[in-house]
């Protein structure tokens, strides 16, 4: 689904929070917020099994843990990405959500993540890149129970042809116009 509206609406908000308060508004802010709030549709996406007594059984957390990917530097140059979890993000507004956002990403950038920054996580968005790429591997952790796919999956370039009308690149194509 083109994002079209999302990409200018962001630029409206951002315009308004230059001229006013400061801070910017990111695609993860939107798409992380937009996650939670459909959770209230659709809670069973909030929902995780374990086995009790040999059997499957589903467990319904009492709350919405928005799991955050943060890429930092490592040692040596290497790169490290890391998930902490925003907790209780159904019971937030978007100021709130964008603020808890915001004191993660502190936490993370200046080494103040304590393991329960890490634990309880129940649904996280997964971005294989807005601008595309060939594969992308999420991971679902103990206790979570959904990942959502957010960006834009390519075929790879050895199956990619010339576009025709019934092709998955011509439905790219007329997505991107």
Not at 2 to 22: E, F, H, M, Y
Not at 78 to 97: D, Y
Not at 112 to 138: C, M, R, W, Y
Request: aromatic share 6%; charged share 20%; proline share 6%.
């Amino acid at each position: 689904m083109p994002a079209k509206l999302l990409a200018d609406n962001r630029i409206v908000i951002n315009s308004q929070l230059k001229r006013t308060r400061g801070g910017k508004i990111s695609f993860t802010h939107l798409i992380g917020y937009a996650v939670v709030k459909a959770m209230a549709d659709f809670p069973g996406m909030n929902k995780h099994f374990v086995e009790t007594d040999g059997k499957p059984t589903a467990v319904a957390p009492a709350h919405v843990n928005l799991g955050l990917a943060i890429d930092l530097p490592g040692k040596d140059g290497q790169r490290s990405l890391v998930v902490a979890s925003i907790k209780g993000c159904e019971a937030m507004n978007f100021a709130q959500f964008w603020s808890a956002y915001e004191d993660m990403i502190r936490k993370a950038r200046t080494g103040s993540l304590k393991a329960e920054d890490f634990a309880g996580t129940t649904i996280s968005p997964d971005q294989p890149g807005h601008l595309g790429t060939n594969h992308s591997v999420p991971r679902l952790m103990s206790g979570q129970g959904t990942i959502v796919g957010v960006g834009a999956l390519e075929y790879p370039a050895s199956f990619q042809g010339p576009a025709t009308s019934g092709s998955p690149s011509s439905a790219s194509a007329r997505s991107s116009r």
